[in-house]
């Protein structure tokens, strides 16, 4: 059975009140199946931060929910929602927010000891290409380093969800590729759900699924049978 993974249903989310209220999503719907890489498209202000707080369970929406597995966030209670983002979720950030004092192993098991079932982390160490940087500290990495060992973090807990916002906005071209082709090998290899959220369209060529959103809204959805590899892209 072709199952829907994360469903998004008539989601919608205010802020403020009065004058100043301001409607950020105005009812969204989508579905992304299981092991989909999954691209987020959408000008400023769109709502795509919103909507990865919800999915995240950070925000709650007013109204509509989210589901997944079959499982509503809105009905999980405080240690539920912690356990669902510890167990379910990794999340890989435009800034790396790696920890200063820890050398690139020990970030890793960082994310590893989150998880009841961890990879192996020798081996994400290994699937990333850094084996010989393993002992220096984020200070003495580039920011494509960087960003593979947060990579390497959010992996390591083997999450159903790879949460992604702004991977290679702060990377020049060539180590935005590696860095998209990591994640990629990520999604072959360990199965894991992307939901990707760029301002680059070019990024949609490699997704199997592509939304883009507009004033709170899904304008487009759609599916990429014709899918290229992160290293055939071009901007
Ligand atoms: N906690 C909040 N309180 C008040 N307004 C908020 C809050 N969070 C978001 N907003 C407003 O909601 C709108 C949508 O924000 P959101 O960050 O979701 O958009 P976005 O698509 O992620 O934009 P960007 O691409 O610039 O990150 C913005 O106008 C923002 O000011």
Redesign the pocket.
């Known amino acids: 059975m072709a199952m829907e993974f994360l469903e998004i249903a008539n989601l919608k989310k205010s ?2 009140s009065g004058e100043a209220r ?1 409607e ?1 999503l105005r009812g969204m719907n989508f579905s992304v199946k299981r092991g989909e890489f999954c691209v987020l498209l ?1 000008p ?7 909507l990865l707080n919800i999915i995240g369970g950070i925000e709650t929406p007013d109204e509509g929910f989210v589901s997944i597995a079959g499982d509503k966030l809105e009905e999980m209670n405080e240690k539920q929602l912690t356990l669902y983002r510890r167990k379910h979720l990794g999340y890989v950030f435009q800034q790396y927010n790696l920890i200063p004092n820890l050398n690139v192993k020990e970030n890793i098991e960082v994310g590893a000891y989150l998880s009841d079932n961890p990879l192996d982390v020798e081996e994400v160490i290994s699937t990333l290409g850094l084996q010989d940087h393993k002992y220096k500290y984020p200070s003495q990495l580039s920011g494509g380093q960087q960003q593979r060992v947060s990579i390497g973090r959010a992996v390591v807990k083997n999450p159903d969800i790879l949460m992604c916002d702004e991977p290679t906005g702060a990377l020049d071209y060539k180590t935005s590729k590696e860095i998209l082709a990591l994640i990629e090998d990520c999604n072959h290899k360990y199965n894991n759900t992307i939901i990707m959220v760029t ?1 680059n369209e070019a990024i949609k060529a490699m997704a199997d699924h592509v939304i883009k959103l507009r004033d709170g809204v899904v304008r487009h959805n759609d599916v990429n049978t014709q899918k290229i590899s992160a290293y055939e892209l071009d901007w």
């Open positions: 802020f403020g301001q950020v959408g400023s202000g769109s709502g795509k931060s919103t301002h």
